[in-house]
């Protein structure tokens, strides 16, 4: 069965940092190519970065392009999403999800930014 646990979020002040983790479960991570996504209070649920598996190239929405940044441990399963310069607008719920798969999402963690 597929998991992903989701951690790290928090209340930070504007400017601030966080870093997320994801750990997966049920597949085999180091061929998979994973993406973070973000869900504020009445929106669509919206991806925000992407690491492939092999390259560990990476894509982010311009949204938080220059600002977050994708990494992964496949000794660990785990997915990571550095997030500086925060802004107010990235307060959302941050999931993580193997691309391409539909599988069932995870708790997500909360991010508040607010002073």
């Known amino acids: 069965q597929v998991q992903y646990v989701e951690s790290g979020g928090g209340l930070v002040q504007p400017g601030g940092s966080l870093r997320l983790s994801c750990t997966a479960s049920?597949?085999?991570?180091?061929?998979?190519?994973m993406n973070w996504y973000r869900q504020a209070p009445g929106t669509e649920r919206e991806l925000v970065a992407t690491i492939k598996p092999i390259t560990l190239s990476t894509n982010y929405a311009d949204s938080v392009q220059g600002r977050f940044t994708i990494s992964r441990d496949n000794t660990k399963n785990t997915v990571y999403l550095q997030m500086n310069s925060l802004k107010p607008e990235d307060t959302a719920v941050y999931y993580c999800?193997?691309?391409?798969?539909?599988?069932?999402w995870g708790q997500g963690t909360q991010v508040t930014v607010s002073s």
């Open positions: 049920g597949f085999t991570f180091r061929f998979s190519a």
């Open positions: 999800r193997r691309a391409g798969a539909e599988d069932s």
